[in-house]
């Protein structure tokens, strides 16, 4: 049940982009994206809603292809401050959740 | 305004005993969840309340019991603690439904069975 992320890791210098993938074998009305400091709660990134509307407040943006059961995040230019451990999260129903297993980003400088 | 506030922020038990983790928001959220972080494993929903005297269960509800005492307030109890409970324990809440609706997370508690 859980959606699948890819790559597991990766590690970029200060200014370049990264792309994390997220799958789900069941048909989706939405994808989240979260973040995780070492040793800190997940902050909200951002929705995105079957039917493209998309929901954030953040620079970092996303895609939702619904057809694919596919999303992914793009974090553009990034900076010392976007590491951490990306999630994924999809729904099953209304309120029954499933993150995926997490894509931990290292930023250097 | 603390948002999601969650006690103990740490916590050791033996194999047997019994505890309650507490979660508590002024956000005047409806929902409230229960979830277990395990290294590698991601998040995993154990149960949730979409509204005050409401609760259902989620991905890994077993060892586990819930109350939604009020509006505020959502407790997770362990009757009988297990080395494979060992994890670390959020809390997090949505104004609606969980699929259309940021969550918000409480700081965590970090729970050993010993």
């Known amino acids: 049940q859980q959606p699948v992320q890819s790559p597991q890791a990766v590690i970029l210098r200060e200014g370049e982009d990264a792309v994390i993938n997220c799958s789900s074998s069941k048909a989706l009305y939405s994808v989240h994206w979260y973040r995780q400091k070492h040793g800190e709660a997940p902050v909200f990134l951002m929705i995105?809603?079957?039917?493209?509307e998309q929901k954030g407040h953040d620079k970092i943006s996303a895609s939702f292809n619904e057809k694919k059961q596919q999303s992914s995040l793009y974090l553009t230019a990034s900076q010392l401050s976007y590491s951490g451990t990306y999630f994924c999260?999809?729904?099953?129903?209304?309120?029954?959740?499933?993150f995926g297993t997490g894509t931990s980003l290292t930023v250097i400088p | 305004n603390a948002g999601v506030t969650q006690t103990p922020k740490f916590q050791v038990l033996k194999t047997g005993q019994s505890m309650t983790l507490q979660c508590a928001q002024d956000?005047?959220?409806?929902?409230m969840y229960w979830y277990r972080q395990d290294p590698g494993m991601g998040l995993r929903l154990i149960y949730y309340s979409a509204s005050e005297g409401t609760t259902d269960k989620g991905e890994v509800p077993n060892g586990y019991n819930v109350s939604r005492l009020n509006k505020r307030e959502f407790s997770l109890r362990l009757e009988s603690a297990a080395p494979s409970q060992t994890s670390v324990y959020f809390c997090a809440i949505t104004h609606g439904q969980a699929i259309r609706s940021e969550q918000f997370f409480g700081p965590g508690t970090r729970l050993t069975v010993l």
């Open positions: 956000m005047n959220h409806n929902s």
């Open positions: 999260g999809t729904e099953r129903t209304g309120n029954q959740f499933y």
């Open positions: 995105l809603l079957k039917g493209g």
